[in-house]
């Protein structure tokens, strides 16, 4: 079929396997060409792989220190006249990869959040591995259902006020100001459900039951911090809560002993998930401009070689003060942010070119779902059933 992109609000329901295939070519090529830290973990579980940092923590994984992957998505394969999903592409290009560059790699697909999933693994680290030295936690979900069968939605909204401040309808890019509501309590624990920190601690505590995982082993997952115009949307908002509760999760875990467990604070990208916050896409599209100009703009690759080497697996962990890794460091420098801020004051919809990487915003958005990637024939017809190596065709 000819594979075209058709964007339905904040997602695009199209994937392009070539497309895919191409930009997860392009970040192995990456991290194969970046120095690597010596004492890279060797076996690495990554929950939340195919898209995003949590795709880019299993390349990194993989190029860095030749580790054996196993990745959980949540992905769909292609079925009649739909294209499979990018996460789906993305894993079926990575596996081939990896094979042809004699790395393991094999993922299981379903609800991370579930038992099920969870045993899944188990069988597959006992089976293949023996154990892991390493759980990267990188999932983005609106929603989770607990082992009781409880549906938990998480909400982006406020605590305690509505905020209000412009945003950027990407449909006709116009700059128009937009006022979030607060959550109610009852939302807010729905979040933290869904986005804190309890399901990876029940994956960690899973695994040291089956004794699948190393003594010592490094566990990370991921948080956002930004500046003060996202802090009511962010930070201090309902997903903020479910980040706090994360971060408190990861000084659990490490209480516990034997798995030491770190948050990342990661920069702001354009990913499926940040697309749906209201007013970051706006502040997203002003940071790539300051950044890209001042020569310092990083995508998820770079941000989780990055942090893979310079920081996780330094000879000693890279933190702040509260032993935090900070991937948001170019980001948060002064003159990044103040930068920011002016063309935050000044921006309207007249002049949004002007204060605004508009394009690279909608080019990384494109290229989530593999459009716009260089060297694609997309007038090609192209077969949208691609299979992912490790995963059985009845899928
Ligand atoms: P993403 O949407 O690109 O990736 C999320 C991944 O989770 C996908 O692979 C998806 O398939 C998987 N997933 C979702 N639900 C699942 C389920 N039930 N079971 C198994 N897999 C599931 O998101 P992202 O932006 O890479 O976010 C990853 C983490 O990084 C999140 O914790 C996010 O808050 C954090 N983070 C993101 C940003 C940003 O700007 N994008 C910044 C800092 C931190």
């Given amino acids: 079929m000819i594979i075209k992109p058709k964007v339905r609000g904040f997602i695009c329901t199209t994937a392009h396997p070539d497309g895919c295939k191409a930009l997860v070519k392009s970040q192995i090529d990456y991290v194969k060409a970046q120095p690597h830290a010596a004492n890279c973990p060797k076996k690495v579980l990554v929950i939340g792989a195919s898209m995003g940092y949590g795709l880019a923590s299993r390349i990194s994984a993989a190029y860095s220190?030749?580790?054996?992957?196993?990745?959980?998505?949540?992905?769909?394969?292609?079925s009649g006249s739909r294209t499979a999903t990018s996460g789906w592409y993305n894993t079926a290009a990575f596996e081939a990869f990896a094979a042809a560059d004699g790395l393991y790699a094999k993922t299981i697909n379903g609800d991370a959040y579930s038992r099920e999933i969870k045993e899944k693994v188990i069988d597959l680290i006992r089976r293949d591995l023996g154990k892991v030295d390493c759980l990267i936690y990188s999932l983005a979900a609106p929603r989770r259902t607990a082992a009781d069968g409880t549906l938990y939605t998480s909400v982006l909204k406020t605590v305690g006020k509505p905020y209000t401040n412009k945003t950027i309808n990407l449909k006709d890019n116009t700059i128009n100001d937009i006022t979030v509501e607060p959550a109610t309590?009852?939302?807010?624990?729905?979040?933290?459900?869904?986005?804190?920190?309890?399901?990876?601690?029940?994956?960690?505590?899973?695994?040291?039951?089956?004794?699948?995982?190393?003594?010592?082993?490094?566990?990370?997952?991921?948080?956002?911090?930004?500046?003060?115009?996202?802090?009511?949307?962010?930070?201090?908002?309902?997903?903020?809560?479910?980040?706090?509760?994360?971060?408190?999760t990861a000084k659990v875990i490490s209480a516990e002993g034997s798995v030491n467990a770190y948050i990342s604070v990661n920069k702001a990208l354009v990913t499926q998930s940040s697309a749906a916050i209201p007013i970051v896409p706006l502040y997203i599209s002003i940071l790539y401009k300051v950044m890209k100009e001042k020569g310092t703009h990083e995508g998820c690759i770079e941000q989780m070689c990055r942090m893979w080497n310079e920081k996780l697996f330094a000879a000693a962990p890279v933190t702040d003060e509260q032993g935090r890794i900070r991937m948001d460091d170019l980001e948060m420098q002064p003159d990044v942010q103040s930068a920011v801020h002016t063309l935050w004051s000044e921006i309207s919809t007249e002049c949004l070119t002007d204060c605004a990487d508009l394009d690279g915003y909608h080019e990384d958005f494109y290229r989530l779902f593999g459009f716009g990637v260089d060297g694609v024939d997309y007038a090609a017809d192209t077969d949208a059933a691609v299979s992912i190596p490790s995963i059985s065709s009845d899928e």
């Fill in 185 to 248: 309590e009852e939302e807010i624990a729905a979040t933290v459900k869904v986005m804190g920190g309890e399901d990876w601690k029940e994956w960690i505590d899973a695994l040291k039951a089956a004794d699948v995982i190393e003594d010592n082993a490094v566990t990370a997952a991921y948080s956002y911090i930004g500046p003060d115009i996202t802090h009511p949307m962010y930070a201090d908002g309902s997903i903020g809560k479910a980040k706090d509760h994360l971060f408190e």
């Fill in 65 to 78: 220190g030749g580790a054996a992957t196993i990745g959980v998505i949540f992905d769909k394969p292609a």
